[in-house]
């Protein structure tokens, strides 16, 4: 399984960008999906998931913020995020997880930062 997320970039406080996953060599419509991120010096945390059925769930820093979408026909996970702030800085992961086994896959990671 791979997965190549990209998107990532400088941004000024206020600003968007749109990060988005490729994954291939699994069965994506069977996983739940989910994006990630890691501050400098602090441990990654979850920013926003996606259900198989399309449910979402977002960090309560995120929510009014970031939507994360999934688009089962092109293996693709993408995360809007809009209104940046410079907390919002960091590497973004995304994240596959098969709800039965539990079984989970991680992307490279593509790093943001959000200037003030």
């Known amino acids: 399984v791979q997965l190549q997320a990209y998107g990532g970039g400088l941004v000024q406080a206020g600003g968007f960008l749109r990060l988005s996953c490729v994954a291939s060599?699994?069965?994506?419509?069977?996983?739940?999906l989910g994006w990630y991120r890691q501050a400098p010096g602090k441990q990654r945390e979850l920013v926003a998931v996606i259900t198989i059925g399309g449910s979402t769930n977002y960090a309560d820093s995120v929510k009014g913020r970031f939507t994360i979408s999934r688009d089962n026909a092109k293996n693709t996970v993408s995360l809007q995020m809009n209104s940046l702030k410079p907390e919002d800085t960091g590497v973004y992961y995304c994240?596959?997880?098969?709800?039965?086994?539990?079984?989970?896959?991680w992307g490279q990671g593509t790093k943001v930062t959000v200037s003030s």
């Open positions: 060599g699994t069965i994506f419509r069977l996983h739940d």
């Open positions: 994240n596959l997880e098969q709800p039965v086994t539990r079984r989970t896959y």
